[in-house]
């Protein structure tokens, strides 16, 4: 892309993996003119804006207006937000009193074409047969959507099974022990000066653990568990065969809030869905001990973050350990 020809970047392409942040750090280097605005017009997600940031910070150029961004709207903080050479705008850019009215006849033509079983003028076709998403998790797709397609969708699970169920066990470990706090004082720690009794850790093994979503890296996870001696209680919507329990000890709770009330450590590994979104919220919290840790591996959505913080200013619980959250990553 020949940008340094241009006195105007005017981005107007979708946000689909060819393009995902194509204006990096990089292509907004090769912008020379002093005078080009940047300016965003279809999805946020097509340029870094941590790049971008630092273009308009160290003047490489001069001024962006922004209609989209990631996240929409973003965080009041945001260093976007105070510089003064940008605007930035909630997505407005076909929000007028026509448009409004012309996209609804738009709707109303295209579904009554359809419903008549004619071809629809505006029809969407995705131009592939499947779509293949790295990972086990696919709540990032619609798939009834693109199903309606005649589009396939496949996953990659198992293979990231063991690299889970080990981080949900670091995860355990590093919270209970403190191993970051440790980690933190023998960097920074005066001469002479001890660790201090506050940072005195939990044991992890013969505690109790609680699985939510016993799938397949769930089971990992329980079978990591038997080493460290812990009794294990698991919630899923369904129970695990008769051997599958006893191969690793696991009893099966149905109700969700009794398996917070026994567990020293609760790990979240269930799909996000409809009905797992806010799963964990100030009832379940409130449900669980106040020693507890949770530890969620699943998604950041599972978990209701405000009352999680809640949660842990008010020593509800003792301490959470994630490895998603939403957004992410966090602002700061
Ligand atoms: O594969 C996934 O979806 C995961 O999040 C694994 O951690």
């Known amino acids: 892309m020949r940008t340094s020809i241009c006195s105007w970047a005017s981005v107007t392409f ?16 090769t912008i020379s003119h002093q005078t080009t605005p940047v300016r965003m017009l279809i999805s946020g997600m097509v340029v870094d804006q941590e790049a ?23 965080p009041r903080e945001h ?19 026509e448009t409004a009215r012309d996209i609804v006849k738009s709707m109303i033509a295209n579904a009554l074409a359809a419903l ?12 592939c047969d499947v779509v293949v998403s790295g990972g086990v998790g ?14 396939k969708v496949c996953n990659t699970p198992k293979v990231v099974d063991n690299a889970t169920a080990d981080l949900a ?53 329980a079978k990591r568990a038997v080493a460290f001696d812990m009794k294990i209680f698991y919630h899923n919507r369904s129970c695990r065969p008769v051997e599958d329990e006893q191969m690793v000890g696991a009893e099966y709770c149905p109700v969700l809030e009794d398996l917070l009330a026994v567990s020293d450590y609760v790990v979240l590994l269930v799909n996000l869905t409809k009905a797992s979104t806010h799963l964990i919220g100030r009832k ?32 509800i619980i003792k301490a959470a350990a994630l490895d998603v959250t939403y957004p992410e990553p966090l602002p700061r």
Request: hydrophobic share 45%; with cysteine.
């Open 169 to 221: 066990m670091g995860l355990m470990l590093a919270s209970a022990r403190n191993i970051l706090q440790g980690d933190s004082f023998s960097l920074c720690h005066v001469e002479g000066e001890d660790i201090d009794e506050n940072h005195l850790g939990n044991d992890v093994s013969s505690k109790t653990l609680g699985i939510v979503g016993m799938g397949s890296i769930g089971y990992k996870v």
């Open 116 to 127: 008549a079983g004619e071809m629809p003028p505006d029809e969407v076709r995705l131009a």
């Open 138 to 151: 696919v709540d990032h797709l619609d798939i009834p959507l693109i199903n309606s397609f005649g589009v």
């Open 284 to 315: 379940q919290l409130s449900a669980m001990k106040s020693t507890a840790t949770l530890i969620n591996v699943s998604r950041g959505m599972v978990v209701d973050q405000e009352a999680l913080v809640e949660a842990l200013q008010n020593k």
């Open 52 to 74: 971008l940031v630092e273009a308009l910070q160290n003047k490489s150029i001069q001024a962006a207006a922004l209609d989209v961004t990631y996240p929409q709207p973003l």
């Open 14 to 29: 979708p946000c689909c993996a060819p393009f995902g942040k194509t204006l990096d750090g990089h292509l907004l280097g």
């Open 79 to 97: 260093p976007l937000l105070s510089l003064p050479n940008v605007i930035v705008l909630p997505h407005m850019g076909c929000r007028t009193v």
